[in-house]
């Protein structure tokens, strides 16, 4: 880290270069104590949450870049008609568990979570139910080592202000309570990654998600990584997401609001990550509209927006989730639908293209798609 790096570098001067000793000494400890300062200036408030937004034409040319054909409005719009059928199915919900609002529906599930320290088997129990409804339909190659390798580690409390829920590839990163922790960061973070909030997201992280697929991208045109985008990353899982839901993977009312919440979430970040960068929403709108109309607890919501606003990820990342998961599915409609492959043979030749824009992955498995006009495909029609 910086201050490692300046401590060596006054360590090896100090007392060994007379001059270096008597100019530097007092500068240096002035400037410790400045540093200390700086960081506390911006440790003393963890509520707040500072971003930068990017504006439209920005936007616009990371959106071209992606080879996606709409502006960030228009995403928005798709991504509202997308909150709508979720809000439809929420009702069909709500009515199965016999609730008014879906604040209730969401605290019924919020209620099955399990004990501190049980969370990994869990996630081991999940894992395994996921992997064997994907071999009982056949819908994907699972290679034994893939399911073999896959290990967990728990997410630290610092990491935890930033990503509230576990993230995963090889490694699933396991967000849940610490003794460290206040007494409501402790509940929120037990009612936030709840079994059934969990076992809508666990295949998202292992298999048939993130670690499956990046299993097949250190084996597959592993040229391409140069190219990755969050659009064929973070798409891969949401897709998933969506077609779990076609084929019935829920087994139960609270099941279904599991899956839900995270759809919704899903289209909620496009709606307040790209209002956001247009600059019409503040990041405090940000947090209550996942509160309010997803159902987040707003510490966890909180994080979710500073995650998005100021942590490293791109501005169309969190937009790419759902965006990538409709152009993946769109794609499956358009080639297993309309010719004689299997959703197995799908998936796996989706597996082996590595990172790439979805539009160029469609060209490489459609030889009737022109390479030239590509980035022209409007996949929500």
């Keep these: 880290d910086y201050l490692g790096n300046l401590e060596n570098w006054f360590d ?59 502006s960030p409005d228009e995403l928005i719009e798709i991504a509202k008609r997308e ?12 009515d199965e568990l016999n609730v008014d609002s879906w604040s209730a529906a969401l605290d019924l599930s919020k209620e099955m979570h399990v004990a501190p320290g049980e969370q990994p088997r869990m996630i081991q ?53 610490t003794d460290g922790m206040t007494h409501a960061e402790k509940m929120k973070s037990m009612l936030g990654n709840n079994r059934h909030f969990s076992r809508a997201t666990v295949h998202h992280e292992l298999i048939p998600g993130h670690h499956l697929q990046s299993y097949m991208a250190k084996r597959w045109n592993t040229q391409r990584s140069q190219f990755y985008t969050p659009f064929y990353v973070e798409g891969w899982a949401l897709y998933w997401e969506l077609l779990l839901w076609d084929l019935e993977f829920p087994q139960n009312a ?20 790209l209002n956001f960068h247009l600059n019409k929403w503040s ?67 989706v597996l082996k293209q590595g990172p790439i824009p979805i539009a160029a992955v469609r060209a490489l498995l459609n030889d009737k798609i022109d390479i030239a006009t590509m980035h022209e495909w409007h996949f929500n029609k």
């Design 125 to 177: 129990e999940l894992h395994d139910e996921s992997v064997n409804f994907l071999r009982e339909r056949d819908l994907i190659t699972i290679p034994d080592l893939a399911d073999e390798v896959w290990r967990m580690q728990m997410m630290t409390p610092e990491r935890q202000k930033i990503s509230p829920y576990f993230t995963g590839g090889e490694v699933i990163s396991i967000s849940y309570p």
């Design 283 to 349: 990041p405090q709108e940000c947090v209550d509209f996942l509160v309010d109309r997803v159902g987040h607890e707003r510490l966890n919501a909180e994080a979710e927006v500073r995650r998005s606003v100021q942590a490293g990820y791109g501005p169309l990342y969190q937009a790419a989730y759902m965006l990538g998961g409709l152009q993946l599915r769109a794609l499956a409609d358009e080639l297993v639908k309309k010719s004689a492959l299997t959703l197995k043979e799908f998936h796996d030749s």
């Design 83 to 94: 909150f709508a059928w979720c809000e439809n199915e929420k009702q069909k919900v709500m």
């Design 254 to 273: 609270l099941d279904k609001v599991g899956m839900l919440f995270w759809r919704s979430h899903r289209c909620a970040r496009i709606i307040f990550s």
């Design 12 to 70: 090896f001067g100090m007392d060994y270069d007379p001059l270096f000793t008597w100019w530097c000494h007092q500068p240096y400890n002035t400037l410790i104590e400045k540093i200390e300062e700086y960081r506390e200036l911006f440790e003393s408030d963890e509520v707040a949450i500072i971003g930068d937004p990017i504006g439209n034409d920005a936007l616009l040319k990371q959106l071209t870049f992606e080879m996606v054909p709409y």
